[in-house]
């Protein structure tokens, strides 16, 4: 089971460059998350969605943009990078809205901004 | 909005030994309580989690209790082994979306043989 899966893993880029994260899920969950991962930061919710065409913005959204065309898949785009931005960015996704349910990882993308 | 505050580490212990990583949190109402696992290089994993007061959560010998009165989940395990070795996270919900979390800093815990 493919479950969560994010592409890249690793990534260099040049302040001021453009890139999209991948991130898919083989599960048909209708809500998908991301977040960034900082030292001594816990884990920030940059943009969420709750389903095909619906996105909304997180804790720490500036800089970022997000898309859902498909329930499958949901980019995250550095429209700028910057090097505030050097994190590892998580991907998320949740079957339900329901009390306590549970989230589904994909394994990381580290980025680098120099 | 809904917060946590978690212990924060590291944590190094003993195979054996007693684990208790602590957790607090504020909330609006009763939400759901999570820890959540990552083991090195991979992405968070759910370990456990209770849905209502006096719950308590458990999975691979931990446990945690929902505690109304404290406002707290702490995290325990009465013999950790070398493959526990791993950064813990709490969490509960952001706000008053179950899809949404906000989580503490992580601890990261380390057991030697």
């Known amino acids: 089971n493919a479950g969560v899966t994010q592409t890249p893993k690793f990534q260099v880029l040049k302040t001021g460059q453009s890139m999209t994260l991948q991130c898919a899920q083989d599960?048909?969950?209708?809500?998908m998350s991301w977040y960034r991962q900082d030292p001594g930061m816990g884990l920030r919710l940059i943009h969420y969605?709750?389903?095909?065409?619906?996105?909304d913005q997180g804790e720490v959204p500036n800089g970022y943009n997000v898309s859902r065309s498909t329930t499958e898949d949901f980019p995250l785009r550095l429209l700028s990078a910057a090097p505030s931005q050097t994190s590892v960015y998580f991907c998320?996704?949740?079957?339900?809205?329901?009390?306590?349910?549970?989230?589904?990882f994909g394994q990381g993308t580290r980025l680098t901004v120099v | 909005g809904n917060s946590v505050t978690q212990m924060e580490g590291p944590v190094t212990l003993s195979e054996e030994a007693f684990l208790t990583i602590n957790c607090t949190y504020t909330a609006t109402g009763y939400p759901s309580l999570f820890w959540y696992v990552q083991y090195p290089g991979e992405g968070l994993q759910l370990l456990l989690k209770?849905?209502?007061?006096?719950d308590k959560g458990s999975n691979k010998g931990f446990e945690a209790t929902y505690r109304k009165e404290t406002t707290s989940f702490h995290l325990e395990k009465g013999s950790v082994q070398v493959s526990d070795s791993a950064v813990y996270f709490c969490?509960?919900?952001?706000?008053?979306?179950?899809?949404?979390?906000?989580f503490g800093k992580g601890t990261l815990l380390t057991v030697n043989p």
């Open positions: 969605s709750v389903g095909a065409g619906i996105t």
């Open positions: 599960m048909n969950h209708e809500y």
């Open positions: 998320a996704s949740s079957q339900t809205g329901g009390r306590g349910t549970e989230a589904f």
């Open positions: 209770a849905t209502k007061a006096d």
């Open positions: 969490a509960l919900p952001l706000g008053g979306s179950n899809y949404k979390l906000t």
